[in-house]
């Protein structure tokens, strides 16, 4: 039974098919895409767009993946819309030999997962589920993640621009197709060549609750912190060391506790994050992520680190500290409330599709955040992918069937719009 009779699509089987390919992405290589593997399932794809319809498509030497399901409106102004959704899973959990699991008409119990009795998805601790009963769910077997995210979205995106080839009779402007690597490890928009993607705007397929268009992510910035010491035998040491593993150790205690990390934030609230040290006692440096909403708080934040930093240093006479500040990513909404057009289509397109519709601000970076600033507006729809990188993600067949059917309704809405 087809739980969305108005639309016959493909997305379930091409997922089931997509997961089986092995595209973890890897922070510490030094290649682009960051691991050959990737490369074999986005060639994959080139083949099966070509197979539905989509003549032009086409990897570059990057490993990105473009084309287009030619447009069948007779105006004239309709804009080119894209979709994109990424191949790579994240390093932080298995992704070889994934093995698909349906769970078919769900009731709420427990899922123990087949190859490790350990891993179970529960309902009380995935409220998400509760909307899921009758439903099907797709898990991993136990040992692996899943990989929903995001070839849902790539299976979803491949699925609409069948549907759209197949039904000449729906009226909508050219519609881009992007497929990209590497976006797990903060790479998958740097050779994105967006002149060549050609679109006016474009929707990452990449978020989790059905109904789900995320237009706010955080701005972010990361600061390294480091402190210099002085180091000599130990043996020999007496009033001439200076540790600055201690230095670095008295500066973190200095940290409020009670506020501005992530394990005390939520909603709405930005964060300092010490996430990776680098010490010996000559030096240790001190990596933080920054993360707020407003740009602006960024450097408020910065700022704060680096007072409570001079004040440590001049506790620890003879040492030194240096900060130093790179930007990651901005804020989308910047960029999108100057396109008011391209989350308003995408709000109708899901309420068309009979669904309640979820704004949220990411506590996050998506690759829209970045595409946004490179001059492609890309706000986030959902894929209907859940308990990302971890072994108990899942992801129902209904939901995405629903991912297609809103990805099919902009299409329509852009051009009914234009
Ligand atoms: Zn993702």
């Known amino acids: 039974m087809s739980p969305n009779p108005s639309l016959k ?4 089987e091409r997922f089931l098919r997509y997961v089986t390919y092995d595209t973890q992405s890897d922070e510490n290589s ?4 960051s691991t050959a593997k990737q490369i074999v399932l986005l060639d994959r794809l080139v083949e099966e767009l070509q197979a539905i319809g989509l003549k032009d498509a086409v990897r570059d030497e990057h490993g990105y993946v473009f084309a287009t399901v ?12 894209g979709f994109i959704a990424h191949v790579d899973t994240s390093p932080e959990a298995d992704g070889a030999n994934v093995k698909p699991v349906i769970h078919r008409d769900w009731q709420g119990e427990d899922i123990v997962l087949p190859d490790d009795p350990t891993a179970v998805l529960r309902l009380r601790d995935n ?8 439903n099907d769910i797709i898990t991993a077997s136990g040992k692996t993640l899943l990989g929903a995210d995001n070839k849902a979205g790539v299976a979803e ?3 609409a621009a069948e549907y759209l080839m197949q039904h000449p009779e729906i009226a909508h402007g050219a519609i881009r197709v992007g497929f990209t690597p590497d976006e797990e490890v903060g790479g998958g928009t740097k050779y994105f060549d967006v002149k060549k993607f050609g679109a006016f705007c474009a929707y990452t397929v990449d978020g989790e609750e059905l109904g789900e268009v995320e237009m706010e992510t955080f701005s972010a910035d990361s600061m390294t912190v480091t402190f210099e010491g002085f180091n000599t035998h130990p043996g020999f040491a007496k009033g001439k060391m200076i540790n600055s593993i201690r230095i670095a150790a008295d500066f973190v205690s200095r940290l409020p506790r009670e506020r501005l990390s992530p394990e005390t934030t939520d909603k709405r609230e930005g964060f300092v994050h010490p996430y990776v040290v680098d010490a010996a006692v000559e030096k240790t440096s001190v990596k933080f992520l920054i993360r707020d909403f407003a740009t602006a708080e960024l450097k408020t934040k910065e700022d704060f680190l680096e007072k409570i930093a001079k004040e440590t240093v001049a506790a620890w006479p003879g040492a030194s500290v240096t900060c130093k500040v790179d930007e990651s990513y901005r804020n989308m909404k910047e960029v999108l409330d100057n396109y008011p057009q391209v989350v308003e289509n995408a709000r109708e397109a899901v309420r068309r599709s009979g669904l309640q519709l979820h704004e949220a601000a990411i506590r996050g970076g998506t690759d829209g955040s970045r595409l946004s600033f490179m001059g492609l507006p890309t706000p986030n729809i959902f894929a209907g992918e859940h308990n990302f990188h971890s072994r108990l993600e899942w992801i129902s067949v209904q939901d995405m069937a629903k991912a297609v059917e809103v990805i ?6 852009w051009e009914e719009r234009a």
């Open 70 to 81: 030619p447009a069948t409106t007779k105006k004239a102004n309709v804009p080119v819309v």
């Open 9 to 12: 699509t493909t997305e379930l």
């Open 127 to 134: 409220p998400m589920l509760l909307r899921q009963k009758g």
């Open 157 to 159: 995106v491949v699925a």
């Open 30 to 33: 030094t290649t682009y895409p």
């Open 408 to 413: 099919v309704k902009i299409a329509q809405v």
